[in-house]
């Protein structure tokens, strides 16, 4: 089992995206406390009732990302999700081959529809288009990613003997795909390498518009699902799958045994990775849990 820290994301209107520390010196804590990877979330344009509702700003998750690559030396770097219909694909394909070469090999293009529909209304995007974008996305980055010439026509693209460079370290760059729906399952299974189910309960699911998931069983039936899928289209390699835990006391020890049960039964289920994060705004906060984490389950 392997574990990812999502740097904290503070809610509310009057949020900074940089409250909970500087995001160099959070990354390098969180590598020195034996995490595995590093997260961080996008939303470019938020509409403002969801911000006073509970949402909250974030950085430019592709660029920033590229920023923690140069201040780290093995973390993972993970976008916990890009929205591939904000970008066109090859600009996507660009900036994720761009990461990955500069990191020596670290990004995962953890990748999803989207849901909030005032983001797409501000970006000029069609909402309604957004599964057909997703698809058409997961087709070009491989095509885009091999550094060879390469045609490609879909209902909003049409790229005619094109070359892109740099190759990527990783051959490919590994796409998980976010949400809980039949067809996020089938795109993880066919189209990706990873499947990244949406915890939290019904109103986070409900704002999210995917569908609720309601136990470690149900879970571990739908990763049995996503796997089985997987090798029946002939495929070989392993899918990850990645789950985000969420709890109060995740970094209090006295609580260490209840939480070790549970990353067990996780494991049981079919999860590789597990995200969490500390859901603080003050930097000295996020260092204690990074630090208390890390001495209690990671080494």
Not at 110 to 123: I, N, P, T, V
Not at 214 to 220: D, F, I, K, P, T
């Amino acid at each position: 089992m392997r574990f990812i820290f999502h740097y904290p994301e503070t809610g509310g209107p009057d949020g900074d995206a940089l409250d909970a520390g500087p995001l160099a010196e959070v990354a390098e804590t969180a590598e020195r406390c034996g995490f595995h990877g590093f997260s961080l979330s996008e939303h470019p344009i938020p509409g403002s009732g969801w911000l006073h509702h509970g949402g909250h700003q974030t950085l430019d998750s592709l660029v920033a990302l590229g920023y923690i690559a140069a201040a780290t030396q093995r973390l993972r770097l993970l976008t916990y999700l890009a929205v591939a219909p904000y970008r066109n694909p090859f600009l996507l394909a660009k900036a994720a081959a761009t990461i990955d070469k500069l990191s020596g090999g670290r990004l995962i293009l953890g990748l999803g529809a989207g849901y909030q529909k005032s983001e797409f209304h501000a970006l000029g995007v069609d909402f309604e288009a957004r599964n057909v974008l997703l698809e058409e996305a997961l087709e070009v980055l491989p095509l885009h990613w091999r550094g060879e010439p390469f045609s490609y026509r879909g209902r909003h693209f049409d790229a005619r003997e094109v070359i892109a460079r740099p190759r990527p370290v990783q051959d490919p760059i590994p796409i998980w795909i976010g949400g809980n729906s039949a067809a996020s399952r089938r795109r993880a299974a066919t189209l990706a390498q990873g499947w990244m189910p949406m915890s939290g309960g019904a109103e986070l699911s409900a704002t999210a518009r995917t569908p609720v998931l309601e136990s470690r069983a149900q879970l571990a039936r739908q990763i049995a699902e996503v796997r089985h899928r997987a090798e029946a289209a002939g495929r070989a390699d392993s899918i990850d799958i990645l789950h985000s835990y969420h709890d109060a006391d995740l970094a209090e020890p006295r609580a260490a045994d209840r939480h070790r049960e549970a990353f067990a039964e996780l494991e049981q289920a079919g999860v590789t990775w597990i995200v969490v994060s500390s859901r603080s705004g003050d930097p000295r906060a996020t260092t204690e849990f990074l630090e208390t984490f890390g001495t209690t389950y990671l080494r």
